[in-house]
């Protein structure tokens, strides 16, 4: 027999998401973050946990509409919020345009300078 989900399952579904994703905090300002997409951040020769990816197979294994739509609607909440004013702490659309494949594959280059973002005008 099928389990049926609502939209409210997806949210609280969403919810411990982003408990996993807080649980990963370390006290060190210069991580290691295992959900980083920037291997730099990452403990050393390890794949980035893509968090977001587990939790939506986890939802299409389910094959419930409202439970993606209350997922989905968190995070639409959460990422507004984010990325509103006064909210900060999550990356601009430029800093992941700025990535390298080299910077997600795990090698990554010299951590670009300060004045270098300020010549492209964008600090």
Known sequence: MRQIFTEADGRQLAVNMLRELDHFETNDEDGPWPWSINAMYR????????VVLRYLDNIQQRGSEDLLM?????????????GSAGG????????????????????PGPWPRMEDDEARGAA
């Open 88 to 107: 900060g702490g999550i990356a601009d659309e430029a800093f992941y345009e700025s990535l390298t494949e080299r910077d997600v594959a795990g090698k």
């Open 70 to 82: 209350g997922f989905c609607a968190v995070l639409t909440d959460y990422l507004g919020s984010a």
């Open 43 to 50: 403990p050393e020769d390890t794949p980035q946990d893509n």
